[in-house]
């Protein structure tokens, strides 16, 4: 499939994540399925391209059922009904099939689905074996398409920047050998520092130095922002959002022409669903009804900015608007009872206002009766609040159990082994667990703790 520029074009997608029923909602599955065959689609139908590589994470579950397969190699087969080869990389959330010795991406490159690539490493070097179309085996380390010479490099996690210096050597005794392709692109599934404030972990770009000098494209994956660094560095993002800071991203895949070894890519936003985010601040407000009411003029009043985050590129292909995610975030300190709180009214109004598709609730409040304790717990409030600054209900829990515990003077020492007991039963209980099998917990934790544990009440 020629293009009228007389050189190759390409598609660099990643992070399909399919199989992925975020929140447990079926219709997020079929988001994921949706996003990439879309992707696909516009890809072969509408940028007409020659080939594609895919920077990982093809799936979301190591465990991969009938369904997520179907999706993939329905969207495969879309590229494969157009004579369009695809040569990926495995991710960190691609793995295991049923035999310890293949993965799922490996079943699809033996079924001639997708060309998966790999390096062959060893403490002292990389090797690239050539793909053979005609006998493909599980994996390959490289391919020439269309003139264009992809090699592969999966996801090694905190191992990368190791080898990396190692992946670049082999690439150019490769070209050197096989004579120097019009392009060299290396598919990669890892996140390069300072793209995403908050990140760490990343390669640097000192690490990336070897690899510049050895490739022309380096087609990423994993993260799941779009970015670029140096004219050389590409990942596209992820193909759906999977939470509402990743929605105010752009995300989607870039279609790269390559003419005279030269490399234009041209970013396209990927079809997805739309996020949005409520706060909601329950400080003004002395009782369940008034909050309540307040809490629906609110909602109604971010109306008109939802609209606005439901336009493109989130139409489905029919023109028509999606419902969205909503992401309820609940803050401030309650002036009633937090048994009073009835967060499923809260979240049906949310429903009944904006259509969501779901409303993933974060209750970030505190009740008068919370503040009071946490002031006079051993450690104030940092020993209940995480790194963000909010109320851990777990750690506030446990610090509670120990509190009470060590008010009774026959539990010596133990009050901490005697508050995690109480979280246990706590769970147990609210789990409808059989209350025998509760009351058998209790003993025999009593017997674990007290040598008379028989005679302790």
């Known amino acids: 499939m020629t293009q009228s520029n007389q050189g190759p074009r390409f598609v660099h997608l990643s992070d399909a994540h399919i199989g992925h029923r975020q929140y447990g909602v079926k219709k997020r599955r079929d988001d994921m399925y949706m996003s990439f065959n879309t992707s696909v689609y516009e890809a072969v139908e509408e940028s007409e391209v020659d080939f594609a590589v895919f920077g990982g994470d093809l799936f979301h579950n190591k465990n991969v059922n009938a369904r997520a397969l179907s999706d993939a190699e329905e969207g495969l087969s879309r590229f494969e009904d157009a004579d369009v080869p695809v040569a990926a990389v495995r991710g960190n959330h691609d793995a295991n099939l049923y035999k310890e010795d293949l993965n799922w991406l490996e079943y699809l490159h033996s079924r001639g689905k997708l060309i998966l690539l790999e390096a062959d490493l060893s403490e002292e070097e990389a090797v690239f074996e050539k793909h053979d179309f005609d006998d493909p085996g599980t994996s390959s380390g490289y391919v020439d398409l269309d003139g264009v010479r992809v090699f592969g490099l999966q996801y090694l996690g905190q191992r990368t920047s190791d080898n990396l210096s190692k992946v670049a050597d082999a690439i150019e005794q490769v070209n050197e050998k096989e004579g120097e392709p019009e392009a060299t692109v290396l598919i990669g ?10 990140m760490s972990g990343g390669i640097s770009f000192n690490a990336l130095e070897p690899v510049e000098e050895a490739v022309d494209y380096l087609a990423l994956g994993h993260l799941h922002k ?4 140096g004219n050389w560095v590409f990942n596209p993002g992820s193909l759906e959002a999977h939470d509402t800071r990743q929605a105010r991203w752009d995300l989607g895949y870039y279609i790269v022409d390559v003419e005279d070894g030269e490399i234009s890519p041209e970013f396209h936003e990927s079809k997805r669903r739309p996020f949005f985010e409520i706060s909601f601040e329950v400080d003004a407000h002395d009782s369940p009804d008034e909050l309540e ?7 109604e009043d971010h109306l008109s900015d939802l609209d606005k985050v439901q336009r493109k590129p989130h139409f489905q292909r029919s023109g028509e608007k999606r419902d969205p995610v ?6 401030g300190l309650l002036q009633f009872s937090r048994s009073r709180l009835d967060s499923d009214i809260l979240k049906d109004i949310v429903e009944e206002k904006t259509g969501a598709l779901y409303v993933n609730l974060n209750d970030a409040t505190e009740s008068k009766e919370t503040a009071s304790i946490i002031k006079e717990l051993d450690g ?13 209900r777990s750690k506030l829990e446990s610090a509670v159990f120990q509190r009470l515990a060590g008010q009774d003077s026959q539990y010596g020492e133990k009050e901490e082994d005697v508050a995690d007991t109480l979280s246990v039963v706590k769970k147990s209980v609210l789990a409808e667990e059989n209350p025998e099998s509760v009351a058998e917990t209790i003993k025999k934790r009593r017997r674990e703790l007290f040598d008379n544990g028989g005679d302790q009440e």
Do not use: C, M
Request: charged fraction near 30%; aromatic fraction near 8%; avoid cysteine.
């Open 189 to 198: 599934h890892f996140g390069v520092e300072g793209h995403i404030p908050g």
């Open 226 to 229: 779009k970015y670029s660094h």
């Open 293 to 299: 009411s307040a809490f629906t003029e609110e909602v």
């Open 326 to 331: 909503i992401d309820l975030r609940l803050e």
């Open 380 to 392: 104030g409030e940092d020993a209940v609040r995480d790194e963000q600054g909010q109320i851990d």
